[in-house]
């Protein structure tokens, strides 16, 4: 497809893409600056990432690029910014949207129209462009969601709906396009996949690309320049292997590197500035180090689950589950399932989108009843005990926790249940959650105005508070920065005092391979392994077939040949610098659950 | 684009409010529709409607918009989505809902005041029922020569209308309205705001169009129930001209949507009117301006 | 009180929004729904209007009959059907009893008869328009005959955030019922269970309010950087939305038919009386 997208600007020829020239932006209602003296250029036709720690300005900067601020939100603005070589306080935001696409972090919301083609063509409408219907066909086709046209957005997955925000923006075909953390409301592999249409974009039309990013991996993978933000100040601007190699700067605003990087930084004797920052770049500079002896693990036993364990806690007995859809149909999402969960188990359930691992979930908490065969929990048999009665003994802590956010303050929050239920020593109970989840200093607060990581924790301590038998979580590490999620892993083991088994629904190898015991694949609504981790990451042919996305350091480590994969880079640095120094010469060594 | 006067809404803020308001009783509309009601006998005990969530609103925010977009709401999500449109008949519950939130909201001064809460959302409801109730047997009142043609039947109307009116302000008026929305504006207050970049509203808040608006209303609404009314008498002598002999006093019997068709038609056409009139004066972005008072 | 047992025990709410779903959005294929909403407004105003002041039962029988075919034309969603076919039979039924009670004998039954007749035709009307027609068409047609795009704009989004509103919903209320206490007796005729439901009900709109505000801040602002309000002060905007309706062949057709039709019916009218 030919390029359409310059023709405008090149007779003009500005000489960048957006310049920010020392801009002051203070909200109405607020005394502190979000952005202080920001200066920054970006150049046409470059792939640039912005990052920075929580509040550090990085959406308000992306805001002035479209002329949000200063036109919409109205602030106390100095300084002056220009799009294309147009001042944006001259332009309305109208005019500059033409220039500048946006996909906002909440993607879904900024979705208007009832169906795809209609939600394409919504833009250029508004402008009153004649060709409305060609520019939005060929933005669904750059997204490749040209087969899904007179869908309803409804039907769409999160990556399909993501993709078709950026449609909606692509179809002004602006020259710059902005996307505010593609990754963080999206599981890994349809996030990659946003990234390859970005990549794409960039490559064979031109764009200018702008994300805002906390992911490093990503960065390193597709992105060229990093542009990073402290306190509403433009710290520096670099290319990519140089940005992510500035540890320090990273560190200190907690965001962390690839783990590569940081593998490669725990092992080099001294500092230097040209670690890798990509699984191929490690690839290489590890075997540049270290010529590993191919050692071939042997293939560890399936170890079956203990059919005769006295404890179990649940039981799944040809349990299938049916949904009806808007079509009539029946759509299976469980297929004959027959599983046993014991008592203490720690259990990760994997699988990419729609393997079935919610829907697991809810047949175990009751929210839905099996179409066929039986699920027992607690020798209580779902389909004939309320979710009330059920809910005693299986708490369910949901994906978002603000869905699980019906009170105003954290402390009525936890307490809600057991003052409802009439549980003894309520009060007690309250405070020893708050102390364990390091929530007192939170207590009084709302829980929807808390950071994402702080509402995780009360989403547990409200799960946690009954003192359930069972707990499931539904990806309790989605959309957390790297700083919380490990938190969040503390929390996890905080979490095992206070209940019996756990079951965690994740996409988030790195937690499945600290925490735990037990990993059960789906896929297509059928349970394809069942195992300990080492066992499921050993098997490539499984992982890529249950579309598994691996960390960093579990690619390194088998590539590498080290088995079994290493969860963390400290880790993988350590059996690393223990295999040079020639302690651990065998690749079947044993791999400690936390680090 | 920007204003600096400290309590003018942007159009963007009027037009979050709006939005909000309409979804969330427009969904709420969707429950009471499908709720059963409990007959016993000929009283009916229904939720006739959740007007908690548009006294909220219409108290917390603007009232204007709030008003309208709630209004909005229940015809797209518990009209049109549900296919019970009952067309024109719809407007003049569009109407009377919208005037009665707004002045609900428009009572309160300061909302942490539980005894203004209150009497707001009381007003409010009584407010909507009577002006319905009103219209219906004043119809009937206008109708009855023929209409004593169906012996009992007028009773019937009053008792009806009676009831439902009773039922509707005791019931769904204490229930569904005066409790939520004071368990519901006290809590909200402050918190609600600042996720819509408004700041709370205070004893001394003043809406933009205070001045304008209030007298506009009341003018605007009897205007309109004038015209509906004299409609409606011309219609008893003109109109029966061979096959269009106004078949008024059988349809005068039943509850209040059926029965203002004729009416609704009127004022169907005296607001399209208007809103052209007002599209071509300003064709304004941004806040939903489709209510022939503002 | 079957119908309050039946509330509780069949019908969920993922049961409630898949109807719902299915009435907002499953009509694409109804062979009606291809008609220029124009039209079908225009039709639909006509129907809406007119019975009120017909008084011949064969008028109205006819009318009658004839909506019940472009109601089943329009593939309706029996869930529909049914709510309208109870709210009829109660409003109508009760009016009869009552005014028996002040003197009326079976006599009111008859005109009480014509009543219910012009209620279907009009609620059949109404039917067939607004749910056999997609949401889209619908606001394109009203859009054309002059009302306010925020309408036309509230409509579609209307369509569009249902879902989604649902899905909040039923999280909200899980939420609750998974921390909460339902009635251990369910009451005579279940009311205790009806009201814990009811207060649910209620009570999960303080949340629903608060994540609501939210998520209309984004959309809203979502909206300016797509042009929306640019595009409601422009004329051409508004133009290039309509200039995909054409009166067609079958428009013509279908309204001339409905015309003929009931030119029909008043003749015959007025040969037999």
Known sequence: MPDTNRKATQSEAPLYAIEVADVTFTYPGSDQPVLNHASLTIEHGTFTAIIGGNGSGKSTLCKLFNGLIPHYYSGDFEGEVRVQGMSTLQKNVAVLSKHVGYVYQDFDNQLVRPTVLDEACFAPLNYGLGDYRQRALRALELCGLSHLQHRYIWELS????????????????????????????????????????????????????????????????????????????????????????????????????????????????????????????????????WQPSQGHSEDSQQVQADDNNPNTFIHFNGASLNYRTIRKAEQTVLHDIHLRIHEGERIALVGNNGAGKSSLMKLIAGIAKPSKGTVTVLEQETSKVSIEQLSRDVAFVFQNPEDMFIEDSVQKEISYCLKRRGY????????????????????????????????????????????????????????????????????????????????????????????????????????????????????????YHAGLALTQSMQLSLALGLHPACGSPAELARRLGHTFTGKEPLSHGACPQLV | MSSKTLYTLTSSQKMMIFVLSMSLYGLSNMFTELIPSFQLGPIELSVEYFAFIPLTLCILFHPLYAAVGAALGEVIFGELMLGQFGGLGELEKFLTFSFAMYVAGRLVR????????????????????????????????????????????????????????????????????????????????????????????????????????????????????????????????????????????????????????????????????????????NAQSGNVENSPYA | ??????????????????????????????????????????????????????????????????????????????????????????????????????????????????????????SLASITVFSGM????????????????????????????LPVLFEEFRNVLLSYRLRGKAPEHHGVLYWRLGVYYLKLLVYAFFPLMLATAKRSRTTVEALETRGFSYGMRNPAAKKLKLAHLKLQRHDFLFLGGSALYVALLFWLNQGVF
């Not at chain 1, 990659?192 to 490093?216: C, D, F, M, N, S």
């Not at chain 1, 105005?449 to 547990?460: E, H, N, P, T």
């Not at chain 1, 892993?489 to 979490?495: K, Q």
Request: proline share 4%; aromatic share 8%; charged share 20%.
């Open chain 3, 134 to 161: 997609d949401p889209e068409k619908i606001s394109d047609g009203l859009l054309a005959l002059g009302v306010p795009a925020a309408f036309s704009f509230s409509l579609s989004y209307g369509y569009r955030i």
């Open chain 2, 110 to 281: 300061n909302p942490q005041n539980r005894m203004q809460v209150g009497i707001a959302a009381m007003t409010g409801v009584i407010i909507h029922q009577l002006c319905s109730t009103l219209v219906d047997i004043g119809k009937v009142w206008i109708g009855v020569e023929e209409f004593e043609a169906v012996p009992g039947l007028a009773e019937s109307v009053v008792l009806v209308e009676g009831v439902s009116f009773l039922n509707d302000v005791l019931f769904s008026g204490i229930l569904f309205a005066l409790l939520p929305t004071l368990y519901l504006v006290p809590r909200l207050y402050g918190k609600i705001e600042p996720l819509l970049g408004i700041k709370p509203r205070v004893s001394t808040t003043r809406y933009e169009a205070a001045g304008i608006i209030s007298p506009k209303l009341v003018i605007t609404g009897i205007v309109l129930a004038l015209v509906a009314f004299g409609a409606e008498s011309l219609s008893e002598t003109d109109w029966n001209i061979g096959e269009w002999d106004s078949g008024f006093a059988d349809r005068f019997g039943i509850g209040a949507i059926w029965l203002s068709l004729g009416i609704a038609a009127v004022i169907a056409v005296v607001t399209l009117l208007v809103l052209r009139a007002r599209k071509n004066r």
């Open chain 1, 158 to 289: 999160g990556g399909q709906k993501h993709l078709l925000a950026l449609a909606g923006a692509l179809s002004l075909e602006p020259e710059i396009l902005i996307v505010d953390e593609p990754v963080s409301q999206l599981d890994p592999s349809h996030a990659r996949q946003v990234y390859e249409v970005l990549r794409q974009l960039h490559q064979a039309h031109g764009k200018t690309i702008i994300v805002i990013e906390h992911h490093t991996e990503f960065i390193a993978d597709y992105c060229q320049e990093v542009c990073l933000l402290e306190q509403g100040r433009v710290l520096w601007k670099r290319p990519v292997a140089a940005a992510l190699n500035s540890l320090e700067d990273l560190e200190r605003l907690g965001i962390q590197p690839p783990e590569v990087t940081q593998a490669a930084a725990l092992l080099a004797t001294q500092p230097q500035n040209g670690y890798p920052i990509t699984t191929e770049e490690g690839i290489r500079y590890f075997t540049e180090l």
């Open chain 3, 1 to 122: 009180m079957e119908l309050v047992r039946n509330w509780f025990n069949k019908i969920s709410l993922d049961r409630i929004q898949l109807e719902l779903m299915n009435t907002a959005y499953g009509s694409g294929h109804a062979s009606l729904s291809r008609l220029d909403p124009r039209g079908m407004l225009i039709w639909y105003l006509f129907f809406a209007v007119v019975p009120w002041f017909i008084n011949s039962y064969l008028v109205l029988a006819g009318m009658c009959l004839f909506m019940i075919a472009t109601t089943w034309l329009s593939r309706v969603s029996p869930f529909i059907i049914l709510v309208l076919c109870l709210g009829l039979i109660g409003q109508v039924g009760w009016l009869f009893i009552i005014s028996l009670f002040f003197g009326g004998d079976i006599s009111s039954a008859l005109p009480l008869l014509k009543l219910t007749m012009k209620l279907s035709v009009v």
């Open chain 1, 424 to 543: 003894p020593e309520a009060d007690a109970t309250l405070q020893r959650m708050l102390q364990s989840f390091r929530l007192e200093a939170l207590q009084e607060r709302d829980a929807r105005l808390l950071s994402g990581g702080q509402q995780r924790r009360v989403s547990l301590a409200i799960g946690a508070a009954i003192r359930p038998a069972i707990m499931l979580l539904d990806e309790p590490t989605a959309n957390l920065d790297l700083a919380t999620r490990e938190e969040l892993l503390s929390t996890l083991e905080e979490l095992g005092h206070h209940v019996r088994t756990v079951m965690i629904a994740t996409h988030d190898m790195q937690l499945v391979h600290r925490w735990a015991t037990r990993v059960i694949v789906m896929h297509q609504g059928r349970i394809l392994a069942d195992g300990t981790a080492e066992e499921v990451f050993a098997s490539a042919e499984l992982v």
